[in-house]
């Protein structure tokens, strides 16, 4: 079995800043590639930033400049720190993380998302 479980999300002021983590649990092997997806209201789902097993990350045109991607491999854990916030960055914030299991299997996992509400 394995769990993803996202935190950190909440409400803040245009201008402020929030921490959001991932982090995976479970008969895991290895947490590989990973993404924090939004759904804001009245939008599709957009991938906001990625980041490779190896470190490398990349960010949405809208987030760049302002959020930072990381991760802590030892942790099982992948942040997503959020500057400058603004009220378009209001929405559902969800991680999807390639795990490869202990039994060897190579699959994508879902956590169940943390709401993030920018006030203007």
């Known amino acids: 079995q394995v769990q993803l479980v996202e935190s950190g999300g909440g409400l803040v002021q245009a201008g402020g800043s929030l921490r959001l983590s991932c982090s995976a649990s479970g008969s895991i092997f290895s947490l590989n590639s990973v993404g924090w997806y939004r759904r804001s209201p009245g939008k599709q789902r957009e991938l906001v930033a990625a980041?490779?097993?190896?470190?490398?990350?990349t960010y949405a045109a809208s987030v760049k400049g302002r959020f930072t991607i990381s991760r802590d491999n030892a942790k099982a854990t992948v942040y997503l720190l959020m500057n400058s916030l603004k009220p378009e960055d209001t929405g559902v914030y969800y991680c999807k993380a390639g795990i490869t299991s202990s039994l060897g299997y190579d699959l994508d996992y879902w956590g169940q998302g943390t709401q993030v509400t920018v006030s203007s």
């Open positions: 980041i490779t097993k190896g470190g490398s990350a």
